[in-house]
């Protein structure tokens, strides 16, 4: 028994359950009744504050472990994970013509991306339920960081994604010694086999939009967002969004912080799609209810966040709607485009599906979505190493080429007549 959380509620019906009663979802609705972790907020009162926060020296998520839905004495891996900077960046602020820019740098991560939030807590739940392997399907990332979580513990598991995957996340994948299965399919038929397997075998899921405690520890971003504002929450985050669990998980953590009095107001959450991978957008544009619209076929240069059927979707609508924020919408050439820009101006080198979040923001400015003065964080959530292809086609997109040179001054000279670059 976990005390401090009150109960698992299902996200359609409201149903509330014990978390040793049900699995992973509501058994009334499928694979569609995502849970959501309710939480004893006076129990963990006693326990956390950001005073006991500020004596604290643990970087990593699990300075936050009366929050998350995990046994207080479960031992956790030894990756670090958590702990990102949050970049103030006055040069991209003033190039946007803002005042307050934030960037989250995600691709800090041990396995370089958000999902290593998640994956963590997926390998302390395995181990709490004793699971003799774990498995996921991903478009990439969430497969890279199981992978890389469990091997830092000696975790048996079995990774599902896309054939089509960049290399450098089967390259991770195949290094930690994961059971690869390179699906003949997009994401979406990955995480379906997934799903089938699992069930077939009986290993422990981390799917994304099916195990409720996946939001949990992507909540934690929110946390430690808020605690490097000094408890100041934004006014704006930009998150870009595939099965929508990124931006349910911050969505979660404002709430949290909400109801413990730790921040005053909830910032508005604006979630950025491909125009390829557009189906939350879609549904939120047009008042489509997520529960029935159709699948659409799901084509974008930001592979991570590439589904077609967001898995996280009733959640990831709440965490807009409830919030005031928009679903922005952004083509693969202001995808591509961002990467350069967001790297030159402040440093950070993100995956294409991580520079989609700043993406949505420029378009955000230019269609007058935000006003000069807002305080914004924009999150990146995937290193750019992840991805050097698409990196290398974002710099031709804006005419960016070295020079090949002779190994003499001369040919030095020649260019050097023409300047360096600022
Ligand atoms: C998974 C992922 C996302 C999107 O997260 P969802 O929970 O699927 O919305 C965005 N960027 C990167 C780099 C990711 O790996
Ligand atoms: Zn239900």
């Not at 009744?33 to 006076?42: R, T």
């Not at 990102?84 to 989250?104: N, Q």
């Not at 003799?132 to 990439?140: C, E, F």
């Not at 959450?269 to 659409?296: C, H």
Request: net charge negative.
């Amino acid at each position: 028994m976990i005390n401090h959380i009150l109960n698992l509620k299902c996200t359609i019906c409201g149903a509330e359950y014990q978390p040793d009663e049900v699995d992973y979802v509501c058994p009334h609705h499928g694979n569609e009744g995502i849970l959501d972790v309710q939480y004893d907020y006076d129990a963990i009162a006693t326990r956390i504050s950001p005073e006991t926060l500020r004596h604290n020296p643990d970087p990593t998520i699990w300075r936050y472990k009366p929050l998350l839905p995990v046994e207080p004495e479960s031992p956790v891996p030894p990756l670090s994970v958590g702990g990102t900077p949050l970049y103030h960046t006055p040069k991209l602020a003033a190039e946007l013509g803002l005042w307050h820019l934030w960037v989250k740098d995600d691709g800090r991560q041990p396995t370089a991306s958000f999902k290593d939030r998640a994956s963590a807590i997926a390998v302390v739940k395995a181990h709490e339920k004793g699971a003799a392997v774990i498995t996921t399907a991903s478009t990439g990332n969430a497969a890279a960081a199981l992978s890389g979580l469990s091997a830092s513990v000696g975790q048996k598991n079995v990774i599902f994604v896309p054939e089509s995957a960049p290399q450098a996340k089967i390259a991770q994948l195949l290094t930690f010694g994961s059971t690869v299965m390179l699906v003949q399919g997009s994401y979406d038929d990955a995480f379906d086999l997934c799903m089938l397997a699992a069930d077939e075998y009986g290993w422990y899921n981390r799917n994304t939009g099916y195990n409720p405690y996946m939001s949990e520890g992507k909540k934690t971003a929110a946390f430690e967002i808020c605690e490097q504002l000094n408890w100041q929450a934004p006014d704006r985050i930009f998150v870009s969004v595939g099965d929508g669990c990124i931006i349910s998980g911050i969505h979660k953590g404002l709430k949290d912080l909400l109801a413990l009095g730790w921040i005053d107001r909830m910032p508005k959450l604006m979630g950025v799609q491909a125009a390829g991978s557009d189906f939350l957008y879609q549904a939120w544009r047009n008042g489509e209810d997520v529960l029935t619209k159709k699948p659409i076929a799901a084509h974008t240069v930001a592979d991570s966040i590439s589904a077609g059927l967001p898995r996280d979707r009733i959640k990831a609508m709440r965490a807009v709607t409830e919030t005031g924020g928009a679903f922005i919408r952004v083509s693969d050439d202001e995808i591509l485009r961002a990467i350069p820009q967001l790297a030159r101006g402040s440093g950070v080198f993100a995956e294409p599906a991580g520079a989609a979040a700043f993406a949505g923001l420029v378009a955000a400015v230019r269609d007058g979505l935000v006003a000069a003065d807002e305080r914004i964080v924009v999150l990146n959530t995937g290193n750019g190493l992840k991805d050097v292809a698409s990196a290398m086609k974002a710099v031709e997109t804006i005419g960016t080429q070295a020079y090949h040179v002779a190994p003499n001054l001369e040919s030095v000279a020649r260019i050097m007549e023409q300047g360096v670059n600022a």
